[in-house]
């Protein structure tokens, strides 16, 4: 709502969820969301003239945006990348879709974009109970066009994620992991969204961009005009529509203040991670695209903890075959080396929907057809992604790491299918590792409780508190209704966490984090007490932590491990947390 007070004037004052620090001061850039309305109304006969002619006029509007586009991408990615945009086109002149759509409006008197939904709809329904890929992969074609006329037929021109000329502050209903792919990431200066919540993909994403972001605001979307000046501060979760020009002096001070601290923080890029008594903690980062590996190096981590591969999956609308993941994974290993890099095999499924092969609609994504259960399932993109990973490791220091891993007998499947891509790969006198280091993410409650027994078979454990937070406490992470239970301070996530640092310990492997709650400073002082070996943290993140690690001794954060772990409200731990790391870190926090 309008806010004043001293120092903050301005139209709307939003408060969502922090979820990337930093404070960015734009202009809004309104993405739309996915869904269409279709107007149902019956026409009068003396309007359908007019909604044929408005139904040919999006047509051809479409196809010279498509044109448009198609040499867009081209110049960007290759002519191979843009042939999509030939299917689109002659989709557009097929007779027979234009002309049932015509007949619609003329004979039944309904309206363009009605006509055209419903005849499209039949043909991807169609498509849809085919169980072949080839058909499967043309439902998303047909989606598209069927977006971009009806975007017209409702007069509304503008292609919404190649409409972005300059730099802007993304205001969304909610940004897909697709969607964010798709960006130029060069001109966005922040996100808004009404949807997600810490750990959702936007938010981890934005970390990754190192943009500043607010998730979970419910109505910025609807609140916000296209060109606003808009003042978005990550680090506090404050959004301002439409301040004056004292408040956005105000936001100038602010923003030097935090590139200030943040100057300061990079002065520790080049030391060790070790705490005052000597014990070194592994410090490594979060990787989501390629394109962003200066930034490991750059903010001083050591090495890739978890490289998402799950892009190079959202970026095209054909499956990534063997050579091209084997060039994009070399291109991260050969920068990062003689450091490791551990790649995550695809974690699709949830929130992350390839256009390459189809995840039907699920009741429940998150925990459905997800992960590992898709690789296990469709063994040809497992085996390629495989023998991509294990050919990278002949070339630097790589490890592979299973997510959404459950039991045992998922642990035994993977292990058995990398054993059959490396004797290929040997029969076929390629190059691999083979002594590949393999790993488990431990992000189930179930794997969490088996933590000793998957120890065994493995080589490391990861401990993916993004989702094991929300399958634990039952908290759906990207909800942002039900953030404040969303806690990785809980009582009950501690204890778990503990027993698997502990499980792991017993069995001889090291154990690592790479979910969020490794960046979190709250929580730093008990996980190196509780003992935790490596932090894989977003590269923002990196500096801070070092600092907070190179600042503590061991012994200090073991006692309060466990002085923490006897609470019993996630409030008790974050209060008690806070009153230490204000004392400690006055300078950073
Ligand atoms: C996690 O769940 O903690 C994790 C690292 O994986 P993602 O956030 O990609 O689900
Ligand atoms: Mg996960």
Known sequence: MAVKNRKIKCKYFLKG????????ISKVFKLKGESIRIDPTILKDSSVDDEVEKFVKAVERSKSELKSLQSKVAHRVGQENAKIFDVHQLLLEDSVIIEETINAITKENRSAEFAFYNVMQKYEDTLNGSTADHFQNRTSDLRDVKRRVIRHIQGDRTDHLNQLSGSAVIVTNDLTPSDAVMLDRRKVFGFATDLGGRTSHAAIMARSMEVP?????????????????????????????????????????????YYDTNRKLEEVRNLKSLTLDGKEIELSANLEFTDEVESVKSHGAKGVGLYRTDYIYLAKKELPTEEEQFQEYRKIVKKIAPDSVIIRTMDLGGDKLPESFLIPPQENPFLGWRAIRISLARKDIFNTQLRAILRVGAVGNVKILLPMISGLDEIHECKKLIESAKSELQKEGIKYDPNIEIGAIIEVPSAALLADRIAREVDFLSIGTNDLVQYLLAVDRGNERIAYLYQHLHPAVLRMIKQIIVAGHQEGVWVGMCGEMASDPLATLILIGMDLDEFSVSPIAVPEIKKMIRSTEYREAARIAKKVLQFERPSEVERFMTKIVRKKFKDLI
């Open 213 to 257: 972001a607010v998730v979970g605001l419910r109505r910025v979307f609807a609140l916000v005009q296209e060109g606003d000046r808009i003042i978005i501060d990550g680090s506090e979760g404050k959004v301002l529509v439409q301040p004056d020009e004292k408040t956005i002096k105000h936001y100038r001070q602010l923003q030097e203040k």
């Open 17 to 24: 969820v922090p979820a990337s620090p930093g404070i960015a």
